[in-house]
Every structure is written in structure tokens, then in C-alpha cells.
């Protein structure tokens, strides 16, 4: 059985997001872009069923075909979450991580008291506002989700968009509040997530402060991960600019080979 590529897409999109990064991939390793839990047309959440990082884990698990030999994970935003949560568990085979911008608020607003500047006024401000965390009568409706999207896009985005595409995150609402509530407080603290496989943390360079600072510290327990700044890009560069993206993954899949080859 051939190793696997394991990619988990982030809030509000699908594993469409993919499409144009995992080619090329490494002779014996097949790919593999499971849709998460809530968002298939025949497993949306209603609104008040519960859910954790379990959860996603346990789902995400269960793609993974009979006798897989190895895992490589990649994941983007609250995907980069649910890949670190995996390659954790002693059950999957890890081989290789490669992860855009894996939001981490909790992991991060548990060291508040170290944060400067801009980031330590969003994780502020953030964790001040139990109405967008935890208020579950509002969370995943319009003014949730507009917040949501501008503040990983621009100002005006959902606005901008499409009425199809706010059907959509309609229908996916209440999953992307458990999403947020989940990346706030469900991950462990940065040490916890300390790897010895080849490992890639990639991040834009307009990113929000806070991603980037997430990044910085994965890295801090992870020193030997190569860390790669996107110039001119930002959050969702995985979805709108992957030709941007695509180099930080050839070269991750190098690394891998290289490695293998030299442990042979």
C-alpha cells in the first residue's frame, strides 16, 4: 500500500482548495482530500449539534485506506489544526508535515502575557468577545460570518461576494463557528505539538499578525522546520494565489525524498 498525502482544507471552502497544489507529488504517495465534517450536501450540522477537534480527528482517521504505510499531512488555517491533532495521534504514521498559516488563538492567547503590538490587541480582543466565540444563538449567522471573512480577507469581502457563495457559508455556518470556537479553545499549548518529522510552516507576508505569530512559534518548538514567507501574499493565498504556494510544497516533497533516501 502506497503512503498517502492527507491535506485538510480550511474554514468555509473544501478540499477543491487542493486541486492545483497536489500534483507532482512524490513517486508512492497517493493523494488524499477527505471533505471535513459539516461540509458534504448530506452531512451539514444543524445548529446546536455539538462538536470537537475529536470529532474532526476521529473522521479524518477513518479516510485513511487499510494498510496505508505512511501519512504525509498538510493543512491550511483551522485545516493546519486538525493536521497537527493528527500527527499526534501514535496510531497515524506520520512521515512529513507541510502547513499553511495553522491557526492556533488558544496556543496563543495562553502566553498573552509575552504577545506585543498589533498581536497581542487582536488576541485581546478577541478573547474579550464572548458574543463572537460563544454566543451559540448568533454564531455562523450573517454578521458572524461577515466578520469572519473580512477579517481573513479585506474589509468588504462578503459584501462583495456572490449570493451562491453565501448560500453556501450559510449552509456551513454553524460548522465554521464550531471551527472558530475549536481554534480558540481546543489546541494545546505550542510545546505540546513538538514533531520529528520534515516538517514545513509557510505564511504570507500580509497575513494577520497573529497568523504569522503562530507560525513563529510552531517554529520556536520545531527548529528544525523550514519556514518560508509568501512576499505579497496573505491568508487565503492556498485558495486564491496556489501558483504562489505550490514551490513551498515542491520543495517540501524534495526535503521528504531526500531524507528517505539518505535513511535507506
Known sequence: MADVALFVHSTGVGPFMWNKLLVGLPEGIAPLTPTNRGYSPS?????????????????????????????????????????????MDPAVPVRSLWLYEPVLFGSLNAEADTLQGEVAEQV?????????????????????????????????????????????????????????????????PFAHYRLSVPTTLVYGEHTQPPAAE??????????????????????????GAPDAVLPTLQAHWARVVAGQASAA
Do not use: C
Open 214 to 239: 503562530m507560525v513563529r512559534r510552531l517554529a520556536t518548538v520545531n527548529p528544525h522546520a523550514d519556514v518560508t514567507e509568501l512576499k505579497g501574499q496573505g491568508h487565503m493565498a492556498v485558495v
Open 43 to 87: 452531512d451539514l450540522l444543524a445548529r446546536g449539534t455539538p462538536f470537537s477537534l475529536q470529532d474532526e480527528v476521529a473522521h479524518l482517521k477513518a479516510q485513511i485506506p487499510e494498510g496505508t504505510t505512511g501519512v504525509h499531512l498538510g493543512g491550511h488555517s483551522y485545516g493546519g489544526l486538525v493536521a497537527l491533532s493528527l500527527a
Open 124 to 188: 485581546r480582543a478577541l478573547f474579550t468577545d464572548r458574543e463572537f466565540l460563544l454566543n451559540e444563538e448568533t454564531g455562523g449567522n450573517d454578521a458572524w460570518l461577515e466578520r469572519f471573512v473580512d477579517y481573513w480577507n479585506f474589509p468588504g469581502m462578503w459584501a462583495s461576494m456572490p449570493d451562491k457563495a453565501k448560500l453556501m457559508a450559510r449552509a456551513v455556518g454553524w460548522k465554521m463557528y464550531h471551527e472558530v470556537r475549536m481554534v480558540s479553545q481546543e489546541p494545546e
